[in-house]
């Protein structure tokens, strides 16, 4: 398997465009998580899904961030608008949970710079 | 809330020194894992301790997860240049999600 892919690997806006982050996570996967880095906050869950439903947003900054998962094979996660507060780099996770384990697979993320 | 506290944030040190990361939390985890995470790369695993004591070893690295199964640890022997990186800790509470620590970056310069 190729592993947990995200699109695009870079983003450069400017402040009130939309900005859509893509993931493809590992087939068979039954969890999806969308987190955000930064060097101040450290690595910060934003939303997470099962089974294609989302089960808790309570990370998600504001109203200005929505994400979805259509399939079981495809998540988008889009700020709009977007400040230049929200520069991070934006990691997708998937998961297959398995009896006591819980073992996360990151995509390489992406890195959003909003001037 | 659950939180996981990891310290120290930042370790430089020379090759060959030893060291030991600590994550510790006032809730108990069903499991404890450790990433480590390269410049450019998302955290990829390295071990899950799931038993109250239990001690894993990779190579150099050695883990244990506390008796209450609410801490852990994460020694280095003789670290390497190759060691460089960014270690977090994450617990399972089996709510389907995992709660990380704020990470700790080291360095070892040669």
């Known amino acids: 398997d190729a592993g947990v892919i995200q699109s695009p690997r870079h983003e450069v806006t400017e402040m009130g465009q939309e900005v859509t982050l893509r993931c493809k996570p590992i087939?068979?996967?039954?969890?999806l998580f969308w987190y955000r880095q930064t060097m101040m906050r450290g690595l910060e869950l934003l939303i997470y899904?099962?089974?294609?439903?989302?089960?808790?947003d309570s990370g998600m900054p504001e109203d200005r961030f929505s994400a979805k998962m259509p399939n079981a094979s495809f998540s988008t996660l889009k700020i709009q608008p977007s400040e230049p507060r929200d520069s991070a780099v934006y990691f997708c996770?998937?998961?297959?949970?398995?009896?006591?384990?819980?073992?996360?697979?990151f995509g390489a993320g992406t890195r959003l710079s909003v001037l | 809330t659950q939180l996981l506290e990891q310290s120290p944030q930042f370790l430089s040190i020379q090759e060959g020194e030893n060291l030991t990361v600590y994550c510790n939390s006032s809730s108990v985890f069903s499991s404890l894992q450790w990433y480590r995470q390269e410049p450019g790369e998302g955290p990829v695993l390295l071990v899950t301790v799931v038993t109250g004591g239990e001690v894993k070893k990779l190579k150099r690295l050695t883990f244990q997860f506390g008796d209450a199964r609410k801490d852990s640890s994460l020694h280095i022997t003789a670290a390497q240049p190759g060691d460089t990186g960014l270690y977090l800790c994450a617990g399972d509470g089996n709510t389907g999600k995992l709660i990380f620590g704020q990470g700790t970056t080291l360095q070892v310069k040669p």
């Open positions: 996770a998937s998961s297959l949970m398995s009896g006591a384990k819980n073992i996360q697979y």
């Open positions: 899904f099962n089974n294609n439903v989302p089960i808790d």
């Open positions: 087939s068979g996967h039954d969890y």
